[in-house]
């Protein structure tokens, strides 16, 4: 599977300086595909698993979006949510929820949400105006 030699929690792919897009998702096959997509589509990607992953994914890189999955082992979805728009320098980072949930069942205001199964179409359609318009300014 192409990107799958991308160990998870390492950014890859993409332009370099493009959008860097942190993907919170246990499924592997989803995880991998979103990676890819992303990556054609010029981002920068980081893979995490659990929201505890991502948490320490922080440490090295604020990311400019995230695309979490909301039922995830550990720290969930939901929570993850929370404590990113509760951290300096997130509360105005997109988030958008990967989910089999339907939007309304999601109980949080996510910016955006794509639905499980998806495709290439449906990732460049939700994700493709954050790709345009998310990117963090970097200080001079």
Do not use: W
């Not at 980072?93 to 290439?120: M, N, W, Y």
């Amino acid at each position: 599977m192409p990107g799958a030699d991308v160990p998870r929690g390492a950014a890859a792919g993409g332009e370099e300086g493009g959008t860097y897009v942190l993907v919170v998702e246990d499924d592997e096959d989803v995880s991998e595909l979103l990676g890819t997509h992303l990556r054609n589509l010029g981002a920068r990607v980081t893979l995490a698993e659990s929201g505890e992953e991502a948490m320490a994914c922080l440490d090295e890189e604020l990311p400019d979006l995230v695309i979490a999955d909301i039922m995830l082992p550990g720290i969930d979805g939901r929570q993850l949510f929370d404590a990113l728009k509760n951290m300096p320098g997130m509360s105005e980072t997109p988030v958008i929820a990967a989910t089999v949930l339907d939007e309304q069942d999601i109980g949080r205001h996510f910016d955006a949400c794509i639905s499980k199964p998806f495709g290439r179409a449906d990732i460049a359609r939700v994700v493709g105006p954050y790709l345009a318009t998310a990117k963090r300014e970097t200080p001079e």
